[in-house]
């Protein structure tokens, strides 16, 4: 299965930016309470700048802008974007001039991501709204503006969630049955946070592809379930177009599985069960969370074995998607 994988990612090329494969180990804690096996796949230990999921993504992307001859890149997040960070800090390795357009006040100290996107020499653009539509609309207006100095600039739309970006989710899938393969476990249940929905893509296009029987769970850290599923289906949509794959959506409808049952009241506020979470992971697995995406993922999968949803004899798989550099805001 992971062969077949590897085959269609072969036709894309990529930057390696990521250390891969990142590893794998069982959460032993929680395993023993819960008298269960949940492991841990450590996509905050992807390396480059703090680590984290979006590198995989910028592998691609990136190298998509080179192969274009860009000479800039435009993007846009929150004023604390993990993957404004990364992306900052991938397009200065790479030479490229970065642009980052983010939503909210200019705050007097910088601190976590803000932090290292002005140490790494970002052009910093703030815009004091909460307006996913305004930003957007900012961010093309630089696009312009580079366009008429006779740039060359690269537009990437928030979270690197498109069908490029998922290819780098289709690579970890891959690495997760390259996993199952080695050692002899078999996961039937993937958890992991779905924001803006490129991972979870990326990882359902890995599942289609590759036939594998299991259930992904985004456990969703933005938007309502009904909406987060669409988006995510977009994503899955034109990946399988971008690789050629005809495979009608009525086929694989119910294998995109959202749970916002652990939002909360939206995005960046924060729970009591991702508190619980963070302090668990903490504590009992020397693994650090944060409170906007890992933690909630993480108070999901817990509330499931409270609830006796995960039984003993599966093999289940929490992947961190890294964001730890929020601890420091
Ligand atoms: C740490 C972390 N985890 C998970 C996610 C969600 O990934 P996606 O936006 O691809 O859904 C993000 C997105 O910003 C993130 O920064």
């Known amino acids: ?148 100095q006779g740039r060359r600039p690269y537009y990437m739309s928030v979270g690197g969630s498109n069908s490029i970006g998922a290819l780098g989710y289709i690579r970890a899938f891959q690495e997760i049955l390259e996993y199952s393969n080695e050692s002899g476990i078999e996961f039937s249940k993937i958890y992991m946070g779905s924001g803006s929905a490129g991972t979870q893509a990326g990882l359902v296009a890995g599942q289609l592809l590759s036939g594998w029987g299991g259930v992904i769970t985004g456990i969703n850290v933005s938007r309502s379930k009904i909406e987060q599923e669409e988006k995510v289906k977009i994503i899955v949509e034109d990946t399988l177009r971008l690789l050629n794959v005809q495979m009608d959506q009525s086929i694989w409808n119910k294998q995109v599985v959202n749970n916002d049952n652990y939002l909360g009241e939206g995005y960046r506020k924060n729970t009591e069960g991702a508190r619980q979470a963070i302090e668990l992971f903490a504590r009992k697995e020397g693994i650090f969370l944060d409170e906007v995406y890992t933690g909630k993922a993480a108070a999901g999968l817990i509330d499931h074995l409270e609830k006796g949803l995960i039984s003993s004899d599966e093999n289940v798989l929490f992947i961190h998607t890294g964001g730890n550099v929020q601890l420091f805001e």
């Open 1 to 148: 299965m992971s062969k077949l994988l590897k085959e269609h990612l072969g036709q894309f090329p990529n930057l390696s930016m990521s250390i891969l494969p990142t590893p794998v180990h069982k959460l032993e804690f929680l395993s023993r309470k819960y008298n269960c096996n949940i492991y841990c796949k450590r996509d905050d230990l992807t390396g480059f700048a703090f680590g984290g999921n979006k590198i995989r993504k910028l592998d691609y992307l990136l190298m998509d802008a080179l192969n274009k001859k860009c000479d800039s890149i435009v993007t846009n997040g929150s004023n604390q974007s993990n993957w404004c960070r990364m992306t900052a800090t991938a397009g200065a390795a790479n030479m490229l001039e970065v642009h980052l357009v983010l939503a909210g006040e200019n705050p007097d100290k910088y601190t976590a991501n803000l932090l290292l996107d002005e140490l790494v020499g970002a052009n910093i653009h703030h815009v004091n709204t909460d307006d996913d539509t305004l930003l957007e609309k900012v961010s093309l207006e630089q696009v312009e503006k580079l366009k008429e």
